[in-house]
């Protein structure tokens, strides 16, 4: 035996190519520059409609006035803390890869085998796509939740034409 018959493990080979990547974000449009505005706006009406109450004699209302600010100002927080949330897809001749994180940073993913996959999208008549899903040995994942319609038939387009080209197996140029 020579030893050009050898298997050696840790030969380099060329990874794989990658036939579809997507990280999907929620989308927020209050970026934190209008966020600073927006709540510099909200303290400064709380404060002079306050200060009226005040000077008028009602000055336990001033209170509540700040309390709503306080009110505004974690709901805003709490909409940018699930902002953090995502989903990476990307898809390879030999894999489809799944990895969701939650907005508190949980990890889950799941590995699929393309050939198997099945793509299904549920649909409404007046609004369009309401949910994506990839199916595999029983298994149900929902994909794009957060995206909007349009965004949900654009994405869905690109990840079946990555689909079937995994499905469709490696292409051999001999020119290359």
Same mark, same amino acid.
């Given at each position: 035996?020579?030893?050009?018959?050898?298997?050696?493990?840790?030969?380099?080979?060329?990874?794989?190519?990658?036939?579809?990547?997507?990280?999907?974000?929620?989308?927020?449009?209050?970026?934190?520059?209008?966020?600073?505005?927006?709540?510099?706006?909200?303290?400064?009406?709380?404060?002079?409609?306050?200060?009226?109450?005040?000077?008028?004699?009602?000055?336990?209302?001033?209170?509540?006035?700040?309390?709503?600010?306080?009110?505004?100002?974690?709901?805003?927080?709490?909409?940018?803390?699930?902002?953090?949330?995502?989903?990476?897809?990307?898809?390879?001749?030999?894999?489809?890869?799944?990895?969701?994180?939650?907005?508190?940073?949980?990890?889950?993913?799941?590995?699929?085998?393309?050939?198997?996959?099945?793509? @299904?999208?549920? +649909?409404?008549?007046?609004?369009? =796509?309401?949910? %994506?899903?990839?199916?595999? /040995? $029983?298994?149900?994942?929902?994909?794009?939740?957060?995206?909007?319609?349009? @965004?949900?038939? +654009?994405?869905?387009?690109?990840? =079946?034409?990555? %689909?079937?080209?995994?499905? /469709? $197996?490696?292409?051999?140029?001999?020119?290359?």
């Amino acid at each position: 035996m020579t030893a050009g018959n050898d298997f050696d493990p840790t030969n380099d080979l060329e990874p794989e190519p990658m036939l579809f990547s997507a990280l999907l974000t929620p989308h927020r449009s209050l970026n934190r520059t209008g966020f600073v505005v927006l709540m510099t706006a909200v303290t400064a009406i709380s404060f002079i409609a306050g200060a009226v109450f005040w000077w008028l004699g009602a000055w336990p209302i001033f209170g509540f006035f700040g309390l709503d600010v306080l009110l505004v100002y974690w709901a805003f927080k709490v909409n940018f803390r699930t902002a953090k949330a995502s989903e990476e897809i990307s898809v390879t001749p030999s894999e489809l890869r799944v990895r969701r994180v939650s907005h508190r940073g949980h990890v889950v993913e799941w590995v699929l085998n393309p050939l198997w996959v099945q793509f @299904e999208q549920k +649909s409404h008549a007046e609004f369009g =796509i309401e949910r %994506l899903y990839l199916i595999s /040995r $029983g298994r149900r994942v929902s994909i794009g939740s957060f995206l909007s319609p349009d @965004e949900k038939a +654009s994405f869905s387009k690109a990840l =079946i034409a990555a %689909l079937n080209t995994a499905k /469709r $197996g490696p292409t051999y140029n001999p020119v290359a």
